[in-house]
């Protein structure tokens, strides 16, 4: 419990850092006693953990940690603008419960596996290709991409982040072929509706 408290401690400080100047806790930074106050609650021991937490990936080499953020934070595949489908397959990756057990590939030639899916003959290579490459071969090129991904809404849009949604829809097929897919006919929609309306606006 007191770590999950921490944990809210932690984001409820580092949020407050980024709400819009009209809002009355912003208006209430002007008193010295809030802004004490909320000063010292970000000292808390998650944040002191950050340094310990980047020791942890460094010494550990499951495949799982090693695809994590070296630096605790939100991770953007929670806020960036996706369809609920879509976020759940970035979520399943994330936690390794996509592309789950292996099994035969549809294709015949291995299991469903990370390894054999980024050169699976169901996936279009031309996919993997676009994608942002890794400087070290143990890192799964999905992985990468996720954690290459901007943390924030002020930096710049991801040219890959159709593109991944896309593998991560083929993937998703062939893992899962019992399910219905029928309704996805256009990926990453809220995505490019977002990048319309910011280019009507230049």
């Not at 390794?96 to 003959?121: A, F, I, Q, R």
């Not at 954690?147 to 809404?153: A, E, G, H, K, V």
Request: glycine share 4%.
């Amino acid at each position: 419990m007191k770590f999950h408290a921490n944990a809210l401690i932690a984001k409820f400080c580092i949020r407050s850092c980024f709400l819009p100047a009209q809002c009355l806790l912003s208006l209430l930074y002007r008193h010295h006693t809030v802004y004490s106050s909320l000063v010292s609650l970000g000292k808390t021991h998650l944040l002191i953990r950050e340094a310990g937490f980047a020791i942890f990936l460094q010494s550990n080499t499951q495949v799982l940690i090693q695809a994590c953020r070296p630096v605790l934070g939100v991770d953007p595949i929670l806020f960036l603008p996706t369809s609920r489908m879509e976020r759940g397959r970035l979520i399943r990756w994330r936690m390794g419960w996509l592309p789950g057990k292996p099994k035969e590939c549809p294709c015949g030639s291995d299991h469903t596996s990370h390894c054999h899916l980024l050169d699976c003959p169901l996936v279009p290579v031309a996919l993997f290709e676009q994608l942002p490459q890794p400087d070290q071969d143990q890192i799964h090129r999905i992985d990468f991409a996720i954690t290459s991904l901007p943390l924030s809404f002020q930096e710049p849009r991801s040219a890959y982040w159709i593109l991944l949604l896309t593998i991560l829809w083929h993937i998703d097929i062939i893992c899962n072929s019992d399910g219905d897919y029928s309704h996805e006919t256009e990926h990453a929609a809220k995505w490019r509706a977002g990048s319309a309306i910011e280019a009507s606006m230049i």
